[in-house]
């Protein structure tokens, strides 16, 4: 994972996306415990950096806010065309595969729920993807992010063939 080094924050202008909202409780001797866990994407469309966390507390507002936190300290840099990604990839995480595929220019996002979600705040335009297999809006997040870990560029793509990138 040579793209996931220390991205700072401070120069970024990050947009949160709450995903899913759930709410669980814990049966204890008392009685039960009520919580919520929120599943957020943050991301700076363009300069395509993209981080999702999942926070818990006792109320809504708390668990948007530590996952918000958690977000930010991990982002990932995308690799990407001017509109597009440079390949297609298939990201795997449990039961969830998604698949992405480049587009031309004015196709848009043609991705749902929790995939939409990370597209957009990666600043990726103009994507065809499929999600297959679990609907978990947790694996479908994670198996995204698989995905858009195995994007390559020109150059990086150039460099582990050990041939120059501009005689192709």
Known sequence: ??????????????????VNINRVTKVVKGGKNLSFTALVVVGD????????AKGKAKEVP??????IEGAKKNLIKVN??????PHQVLGVFGAGRVLLKPARTGKGTIAGGAVRAVVEA???QNVLTKSIGSKNPH????ATFDALLQLRDKEEVAAMRRVDARAT
């Open 1 to 18: 994972m040579a793209n996931k080094k220390r991205i700072d924050v401070a120069q970024l202008d990050l947009k949160d996306q709450v």
């Open 122 to 124: 990666a600043g990726i």
């Open 139 to 142: 694996n479908v997040i994670r």
């Open 80 to 85: 990407t065309l001017e509109h597009t990604i």
């Open 62 to 67: 708390s668990a948007i806010r530590k996952a």
């Open 45 to 52: 469309p363009k300069k395509h950096i993209v981080g999702y």
